[in-house]
T-cell receptor, first 118, second 111 residues
Framework: ETGVTQSPTHLIKTRGQQVTLRCSSQSGHNTVSWYQQALGQGPQFIFQYYREEENGRGNFPPRFSGLQFPNYSSELNVNALELDDSALYLC?????????????????FGEGSRLTVL | LAKTTQPISMDSYEGQEVNITCSHN???????ITWYQQFPSQGPRFIIQ???TKVTNEVASLFIPADRKSSTLSLPRVSLSDTAVYYC????????????FGGGTRVLVKP
């Protein structure tokens, strides 16, 4: 148990639709990051939020957007879904420790939301 | 941006020691090296993190040479439940906290 919960666990959408995935961070964590994991591949960084502001972004188009709320929970929104968006979407929370000279805080991952786009 | 390279897969037997080496030639001065374990249909789980020399915890050891261009995760006396994918991760704070997972190493532990 990591204390990070994601919803929904599974969902099916059709091409062109929009989807919102949700994540509740572990208590006390101020940073959340989202990853896309295609079958058989490693997680790919989408973006990270620190205290409600985007703090880093990977190579994903603008139709991937996010929010972090005052309670540090988060949403990932994907517009105009494409078939290649089918993947496991992982949320990870952490306690930012940037003051410790570049050390990346331990990431606590949720179980993921598996999205299938038809 | 630091990129990691790991073997695609490794086989081992119960009770053996498993060593997985990760290459990260472009690691930045302030980057830490972190390893995660992932079982099917689950999120990755933190194993160990280090900056240089050697770090040991209750489940693994991490060896980092002086040039820090590689690191080796050592799993002592593996069991069947250690069958998983292992990822080497290099923190890139200078690049806006863009964290890069490589392809991972699939470790299969046989009876």
């Amino acid at each position: 148990e990591t204390g990070v919960t994601q919803s929904p666990t599974h969902l099916i959408k059709t091409r062109g639709q929009q989807v919102t995935l949700r994540c509740s961070s572990q208590s006390g964590h101020n940073t959340v990051s989202w990853y896309q994991q295609a079958l058989g591949q490693g997680p790919q960084f989408i973006f990270q939020y620190y205290r409600e502001e985007e703090n880093g972004r990977g190579n994903f188009p603008p139709r991937f957007s996010g929010l972090q709320f005052p309670n540090y929970s988060s949403e990932l929104n994907v517009n105009a879904l494409e078939l290649d968006d089918s993947a496991l979407y992982l949320c990870a929370s952490s306690l930012d420790v940037r003051g410790a000279g570049g050390r990346t805080g331990e990431l606590f991952f949720g179980e993921g939301s598996r999205l299938t786009v038809l | 941006l630091a990129k990691t390279t790991q073997p695609i897969s490794m086989d081992s037997y119960e009770g053996q020691e498993v060593n997985i080496t990760c290459s990260h030639n472009n690691i930045a001065t302030n980057d830490y090296i972190t390893w995660y374990q992932q079982f099917p249909s689950q999120g990755p789980r933190f194993i160990i993190q280090g900056y240089k020399t050697k770090v040991t915890n209750e489940v693994a050891s991490l060896f980092i040479p002086a040039d820090r261009k590689s690191s080796t995760l050592s799993l002592p006396r593996v069991s069947l439940s250690d069958t998983a994918v292992y990822y080497c991760l290099v923190g890139e704070e200078a690049a806006g906290n863009k964290l890069t997972f490589g392809g991972g190493t699939r470790v299969l532990v046989k009876p």
